[in-house]
């Protein structure tokens, strides 16, 4: 499978402040990232699909303008969460798409936690 | 909507024993499946996957049985270990949707010593 990596693994920020997270596919090219967020005992809540060198689709009710997506080249993909407020507090985790299979191969995750 | 879901949120077991954990899911077209291992705060992991044109999928102590009739699949582990403990997700695909998944709301696995 593929091999993801994220950075940072944990952030704390104060409110009102941004913060990146970095998604990276370490041993394949990826056209397609996805990014999640997972609550405490909850299951993985889709926010949007990075594709390379366009524009990221968002979910329903998810903020494109909260949550900036940039996937510029075909291993990195960043997920900046802008005015973040503690009620973003989250588990952030990206995943990368296999195009020989329709597989998600998931990065480590990132612990935001805003004060 | 339709979504993938579980019959049962936490399951435990002996140390050794078999385990069972079950994923009913409602998208008739759905064509492909898998089940991924979440630890505490890590990232899923990919366990198996097993397209619809199979039933039964078998790896390395897991197996993953598909019935499409009543659109139920489940993950089997055999001679359940301590390491084995987490959440277990199920995934469906569906075939004209790329890489998308919808997933279940996952079982905590607490396995006895």
């Known amino acids: 499978g593929a091999v993801v990596s994220q950075h940072p693994s944990w952030v704390i920020c104060k409110s009102g402040t941004s913060v990146k997270i970095e998604c990276r596919s370490l041993?394949?090219?990826?056209?397609?990232m996805f990014w999640y967020r997972q609550f405490p005992k909850q299951s993985l809540m889709l926010m949007a699909t990075?594709?390379?060198?366009?524009?990221?689709?968002?979910e329903q009710g998810v903020e494109k303008d909260k949550f900036l997506i940039n996937h510029a080249s075909l291993t990195l993909s960043t997920l900046t969460v802008t005015s973040a407020h503690p009620e973003d507090s989250s588990f952030y985790i990206c995943?990368?798409?296999?195009?020989?299979?329709?597989?998600?191969?998931f990065g480590p995750g990132t612990r935001l936690t805003v004060l | 909507g339709e979504s993938v879901g579980l019959h049962l949120p936490t399951l435990s077991v002996q140390e050794g024993d078999n385990s069972i954990i079950n994923c009913a899911y409602s998208?008739?077209?759905?064509?492909?499946f898998i089940w991924y291992k979440q630890e505490s705060g890590k990232g899923p992991q990919f366990i198996i996957d097993i397209r619809s044109n199979m039933d039964k999928r078998q790896g390395q102590r897991v197996t993953v049985l598909l019935n499409k009739t009543v659109k139920h699949l489940s993950l089997q582990i055999a001679a359940t270990q301590p390491g084995d403990s987490a959440v277990y997700f199920c995934a469906e695909n569906i075939g004209d949707a790329g890489n998308m998944l919808t997933f279940g709301g996952g079982t905590r696995l607490m396995v006895k010593p």
């Open positions: 041993d394949f090219q990826a056209t397609t």
């Open positions: 995943s990368v798409g296999a195009v020989y299979t329709d597989t998600q191969y």
């Open positions: 998208n008739s077209a759905s064509d492909y």
């Open positions: 990075s594709n390379e060198g366009s524009k990221a689709t968002y």
